[in-house]
């Protein structure tokens, strides 16, 4: 299948998944998340804000905040993404219709980051991702000076046994699905 074939699939199924279930399956991934080796000694992990069709993160970001973890998720500025810390309260609809942090938000530099939790459309275990097609992940991990590890998250049926890779894409270190 080609990017646009499994994107538009993969949307669809997320999309038919009842509420529920993407919620219980949310729950599940980001519990594996925490049990990371590497979540537990990261001092600053990097997560997203998420879309109605993506693992839920909202309650995330809270419960890990109020542990005291920094958290970052992601601005979109132009063609380039960074990342700022969060405050959940202050979050402002921003590029694509996602939430981003307001204006003011301290800004993380790629180094700091230990751990980034990836969201894609599709995923190999191997660690393949397909994301959403605009490259924003993909250009800020590549950065030389991003290295933390990679965690990409998905629901089960994301994980597929081959996806259509290209050189610029980005391998992720670890898989986690729900």
Not at 19 to 25: H, N, Q
């Amino acid at each position: 299948m080609e990017k646009k074939e499994i994107r538009r699939s993969m949307r669809a199924l997320n999309r038919a998944l009842p509420a529920a279930e993407r919620a219980a399956a949310s729950e599940r991934i980001f519990g594996a998340v925490e049990r990371m080796a590497a979540f537990r000694t990261a001092r600053c992990v990097a997560l997203y804000c998420a879309l109605p069709d993506e693992p839920a993160t909202r309650e995330t970001i809270a419960r890990w905040t109020a542990a005291g973890r920094r958290v970052v998720v992601p601005r979109v500025e132009g063609d380039a993404m960074r990342f700022f810390d969060c405050d959940i309260g202050r979050l402002v609809v921003g590029a694509f219709g996602i939430g981003e942090p307001a204006a003011g938000a301290v800004c993380c530099p790629p180094e700091a980051i230990d751990l980034a939790v990836v969201p894609g459309v599709a995923f190999t275990a191997a660690g393949d991702r397909l994301g959403r097609g605009r490259g924003y992940y993909d250009r800020y991990l590549s950065q030389p000076a991003f290295r933390g590890l990679k965690v990409g998250v998905c629901y089960a049926h994301q994980l597929t046994a081959t996806l259509p890779a290209e050189p610029h894409d980005v391998r992720m270190d670890a898989v986690v699905t729900g």
